[in-house]
């Protein structure tokens, strides 16, 4: 058993292989507690504050169920009406809020800051999506894998859209959890480079395949699961109509899902566009499994708290 305790949860790449299991095993195991309605108090008495520079339903709602359920208490802390709003430096505001908090969730721009914030925080710091990761999402949706497929190793997921945090935290996941990836991106949207290179010599290392191309088709062929995100994320509204254009042909929709495995499933990490980058026949669809991804958020989460700040 690893030892997460007073460990912060970025990004995929701090954690080995095994350590990303055992999050995901505790997932199970504090998920089928809470069905069977067993209480698991461990945090009582803790306090995780959240930081929100950006909107959020989920991560917001599910990491303050999470603590409630542990027994402890979650605080929403708005960008905006705080003093980091007014430019209050993060290394201060990293270092007094440790001096209240057991634990901080960041959702902000840059990943830069949440890695600035986690370097100055002397409490666990997790991140709740930055421009370039979403680990909480990913490790919802390899649970939500799992649970619909019996097993991850092996199996083939294909992203299609735009080479943002979702995509990027899938290429580090993906073969630390040997699962084979495919990302499909339109010319100019690829995923982050470095992010590219670190998930090639992954792949190598745990012999998993990762094809990254701009052929939707030929990545959907005959795959297991088919992802998708928005086409213009959070800080991006402005390219909304220009993205439209360039998008246009990575819409998952009833012709291209054609083309995987018949029993593939359909994943969105949410909120979606319907008729954007998927139509509403496919997300509503009987492979879609949109809802038990998102509740899937609030049992990942628990296990994060749990594991690094009981
Ligand atoms: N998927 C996700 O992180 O949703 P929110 O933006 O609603 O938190
Ligand atoms: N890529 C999206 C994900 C939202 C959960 C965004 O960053 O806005």
């Not at 925080?121 to 979403?134: E, K, M």
């Not at 009987?286 to 998102?294: R, T």
Request: net charge negative.
């Amino acid at each position: 058993v690893h030892d997460l305790q007073g460990r912060d949860f970025l990004d995929f790449a701090d954690f080995s292989a095994a350590e990303l299991q055992q999050l995901l095993d505790l997932s199970i195991e504090l998920k089928q507690k809470h069905k069977a309605g067993v209480p698991y108090r461990p945090l009582a008495g803790k306090t995780l504050g959240m930081i929100f520079e950006k909107a959020s339903t989920r991560t917001r709602v599910s990491f303050e169920v999470a603590m409630n359920q542990l027994g402890g208490q979650a605080m929403f802390l708005s960008g905006r009406d705080t003093q980091i709003g007014r430019g209050e430096p993060l290394p201060d505001t990293a270092r007094v809020l440790s001096r209240y908090l057991d634990g901080v969730m960041i959702r902000t721009f840059g990943h830069e800051s949440v890695i600035e914030f986690a370097h100055y925080a002397t409490v666990p710091v997790i991140n709740g999506l930055t421009d370039l990761h979403h680990p909480c999402q990913v490790l919802a949706d390899v649970l939500t894998l799992w649970e619909k497929k019996g097993k991850v190793q092996g199996l083939t997921v294909t992203y299609i859209g735009d080479g943002n945090n979702m995509a990027n935290s899938w290429l580090i996941a993906a073969p630390k959890f040997g699962i084979n990836l495919r990302i499909a991106t339109p010319q100019g949207y690829e995923c982050d480079p470095q992010v590219v290179e670190q998930a090639q010599k992954l792949a190598a290392e745990h012999g998993t395949e990762l094809l990254l191309t701009h052929d939707p088709v030929a990545a959907v062929t005959d795959t297991d699961m088919i992802y998708t995100d928005v086409w213009a994320s959070m800080g991006q509204e402005e390219e909304q109509k220009l993205r439209e254009q360039h998008f246009a042909a990575y819409q998952v929709n009833q012709e291209l899902v054609a083309h995987a495995k018949p029993d593939y499933l359909f994943m969105h990490c949410l909120p979606a566009h319907r008729g954007e980058e998927v139509t509403a026949e496919v997300i509503d669809g009987p492979n879609s499994v949109i809802f038990d991804e998102a509740e899937n958020r609030l049992h990942v989460q628990k296990a994060i708290i749990v594991a690094t700040m009981a």
